[in-house]
């Protein structure tokens, strides 16, 4: 293999679960196999197998999959002390899972020999050759995750070095470095790595480290720089208490940054998709910071940098967003000056010239709506709206005569009525909808209401619903101005909208009325 060739491992589907509020089905963890395999990662870790009816029946499973590239890994430990490798139990499992590579995690660090394995050094030594050179034996590639093995080596550089020898002796294909407790710093892993490389040969090494200082994928990138060949870590960064050492952003680094080679490395340009998947499968929310892929990682706010960027984009850009899958955005705000609004405008399809009076007044009107509450930067659609209305090139499609709202409780339960009256093509069309909450039974009844005329509006959809009181009466919250801000979407695409207002109920209305008017000013007729 090449010097500067990196092989891929996604622990994601074991190592990414043990974090806090991340599970997958088993449906789930096939199609993140797939996923994984057409992106192009080398090896895809499927979870312990035995030690859950999950991961039980996803190895079963898992047999039947064809993928095109990537190798599925089941991962255990070393024999226990005292056993036999054939004799194993937990050995004897990882065969049954019918996997091509086994990875086995085996103690390197003589504080956890002694006082958690509760075992001799040298019969730790025999565990890991003994177990490496059974399962090779029976035709398995096998990967080595030296655990603690930073820690283990500024206690006890010789034994931390015999254990990987061990390893070695028993014929593994990689000795991957675990930094398992995530609070090494970069000089540390770089200079330790370096020897094991020495040692061993950088094709035979590979790092797995943790998030714990904020250094994950530094510390990742810091093991490469020393020569190992091998990166483990998730999709995202997900992993036991702050996480593992997140792939969406190492690769990037690697490719783009450090030269080296992937199998991966032409698929780039679906790292966003990538990203979002996961997060869409695990039910989380995406960061809008993380790197590279984030909604703000090209994101430009200020006058300046938009000007400039717009001009000279690596003025502002560290990398072309489309290299990643991302673009560019222009934030707008009261810290928007022409060019960023005329910038903004474009990306909607509006030619404005920054001179004109129309970016003038719209500059004024922007920054009068922002001293009143209203917030931009996550309401696109509200702002595009905004320009038309603007620039005289709205559309009316429904005229709103009033609506009302009845929140009540009975017992322990709470029920909400609204009622709706739009006028559609030229007819007053009067609707009611019940929901559990008052905005939830406004959205269905204005949908309602205008369904008939725009069938297209069946599959849109609320997803999300923030609130944020933004100045009340002496600090008591009284009398507050209420911002709203409404997520939508349709399956294809979503959109953000807002509305303020003193009352909570009439600001959730302007967010939904604009968000379904944005929905008409955009889709076709179904």
């Not at 820690?151 to 991957?176: C, F, I, K, M």
């Not at 004024?364 to 001293?371: D, I, M, S």
């Not at 009143?372 to 696109?380: F, K, L, T, V």
């Not at 207002?501 to 209305?509: C, E, K, L, P, Q």
């Amino acid at each position: 293999m090449s010097q500067s060739a990196i092989k891929i491992y996604d622990t994601t589907l074991r190592d990414g679960t043990q974090g806090e509020g991340i599970s997958f089905s088993v449906a789930d963890k096939l199609l993140v196999a797939e996923r994984l395999d057409q992106f192009g990662v080398d090896y895809i870790e499927g979870g312990f197998p035995g030690s859950n009816p999950r991961d039980i029946a996803f190895f079963a499973e898992a047999k039947n999959l064809k993928l095109k590239h990537a190798k599925l890994a089941a991962f255990g430990s070393t024999r226990r002390a005292g056993v036999k490798a054939e004799a194993d139990l937990q050995l004897k499992t990882l065969l049954d899972s019918g996997m091509p590579v086994m990875t086995i995690v085996g103690k390197t660090w003589l504080l956890h020999v002694t006082e958690i394995l509760r075992t001799t050094p040298e019969e730790n030594l025999a565990m890991i050759e003994d177990s490496v050179r059974y399962l090779v034996a029976q035709g398995r590639e096998v990967i080595y995750d030296a655990e603690h093995f930073f820690d283990g080596y500024l206690d006890n550089p010789d034994y931390a070095l015999r254990t990987l020898e061990a390893a070695a002796r028993g014929g593994v294909s990689n000795l991957t470095l675990c930094e398992t407790n995530g609070g090494k710093l970069v000089p540390q892993v770089l200079a330790i790595t370096a020897e094991a490389v020495k040692r061993f040969g950088g094709s035979k090494v590979g790092v797995h480290c943790h998030n714990d200082s904020g250094l994950g994928v530094a510390v990742t990138l810091a093991g490469v720089e020393a020569g190992a060949s091998l990166v483990q870590g998730t999709v995202n960064g997900y992993g036991e208490r702050v996480g593992n050492a997140n792939l969406v952003t190492i690769l990037p680094n690697l490719v783009l940054k450090m030269g080296r080679t992937a199998n991966c490395g032409g698929n780039l340009a679906q790292l966003r998709d990538l990203s979002l998947f996961f997060d869409e499968l695990a039910n989380l929310r995406p960061n809008p910071k993380a790197p590279y892929v984030g909604q703000s990682a090209f994101a430009h706010k200020g006058g300046l940098h938009a000007n400039a960027a717009q001009k000279v984009a690596r003025s502002y850009e560290h990398i072309d967003p489309a290299l990643v899958g991302n673009r560019t955005r222009v934030l707008v705000s009261d810290m928007a000056g022409r060019s960023s609004l005329a910038l903004k405008a474009r990306e909607f399809g509006v030619d404005l010239d920054e001179k004109s009076p129309e970016l003038k007044g719209l500059i004024e009107e922007l920054k009068e709506r922002e001293f009143r509450g209203y917030e931009y930067e996550a309401a696109d659609a509200s702002f595009k709206l905004l320009v038309a209305r603007m620039l005289g090139r709205s559309k009316e499609f429904f005229k709103v005569e009033g609506y009302r709202v009845i929140v009540e409780r009975h017992g322990a339960d709470i029920w909400s009525e609204a009622t709706v009256r739009v006028n559609v093509a030229g007819q007053s069309v009067h609707t009611v909808a019940e929901s559990s909450g008052p905005i939830g039974a406004l959205d269905k009844a204005l949908r309602l209401a205008l369904e008939k005329t725009y069938p297209q509006l069946q599959s849109m959809t609320l997803r999300d619903y923030k609130v944020r009181i933004i100045e009340g009466n002496a600090g008591t919250g009284t009398g507050s101005k209420t911002r709203v801000l409404v997520e939508s979407g349709d399956g294809h695409s979503i959109w953000g909208t807002v509305g303020v207002s003193d009352n909570i109920i009439d600001a959730s209305w302007e967010a939904l009325r604009e968000a379904v008017e944005y929905r008409l000013s955009t889709a076709p007729k179904a």
